[in-house]
């Protein structure tokens, strides 16, 4: 029962530095989430993927992008590490079809980044 | 704005001692009103989808409630292992999720 696997789970980088965050999920869900998690601040979305093939903003996505590689897989690029980034990164996913369902989120157990 | 606010930030109970926490919501469109308990160090775990206003969820000691503007998380009678961060979020039609900061639950025996 694997759900959601996130790697790495602790890095720490430079400024400046660039790195590849990776999600994983074996539920067979549509939609894909990346997420960052920061004192007092909740769940802020960065990127989301609704299906395979599509890729929206959201809430802070800038200086990061992300690639949905496939059904299972969804990456979280930073291209130039800024000490703004340093926060726990979590990824989800859920099933979602055009009825609209109720379906909820399943998350990874996070990736804690420190960029310094 | 979609958005969904949590109250309070933190809430300091005695064990037995019941107590409710707040999500209000203004999420267009909503396709569901989520619970989530948060352990540190871990992701975020699914407890309770609600729909309808009206509809109430329980399990063990938590229930939870859904108005049209907001929700609630009645724990009773809690205990030491029902400390954790509580979270809710609201979905709007897109499948995109609109989280609350969350209420830190700290239950001494």
């Known amino acids: 029962n694997a759900g959601v696997t996130q790697t790495p789970k602790f890095q720490v980088l430079k400024t400046g530095q660039s790195m590849t965050l990776q999600c994983a999920q074996d539920?067979?869900?549509?939609?894909m989430y990346w997420y960052r998690q920061d004192p007092g601040m909740g769940l802020r979305l960065i990127y989301y993927s609704a299906s395979e093939g599509t890729t929206d903003k959201g809430e802070v996505p800038n200086g990061y992008n992300v690639s949905r590689l496939n059904k299972r897989e969804f990456s979280l690029r930073l291209e130039s590490a800024a000490p703004s980034q340093t926060s726990v990164y979590f990824c989800?996913?859920?099933?979602?079809?055009?009825?609209?369902?109720?379906?909820?989120?399943?998350f990874g157990d996070g990736t804690r980044l420190s960029i310094l | 704005e979609d958005q969904v606010t949590q109250s309070p930030e933190a809430l300091r109970l005695q064990e037995g001692e019941s107590s409710s926490l707040n999500c209000s919501y203004t999420?267009?469109?909503?396709?569901?009103l989520f619970w989530y308990r948060q352990d540190p160090g871990k992701g975020p775990e699914f407890l309770f989808t609600?729909?309808?206003a009206g509809e109430e969820k329980e399990k063990e000691r938590l229930k939870a409630t859904l108005t049209k503007k907001e929700s609630f998380l009645h724990i009773t009678a809690p205990k030491p292992e029902d400390s954790a961060t509580y979270l809710c979020?609201?979905?709007?039609?897109?499948?995109?999720?609109?989280f609350g900061s969350g209420t830190k639950l700290n239950v001494k025996p």
């Open positions: 989800a996913s859920s099933e979602y079809t055009r009825v609209g369902s109720n379906q909820p989120q399943h």
């Open positions: 999420v267009s469109g909503l396709r569901g």
């Open positions: 609600l729909y309808s």
């Open positions: 539920m067979n869900h549509n939609s």
């Open positions: 979020a609201g979905k709007d039609n897109f499948n995109k999720f609109y």
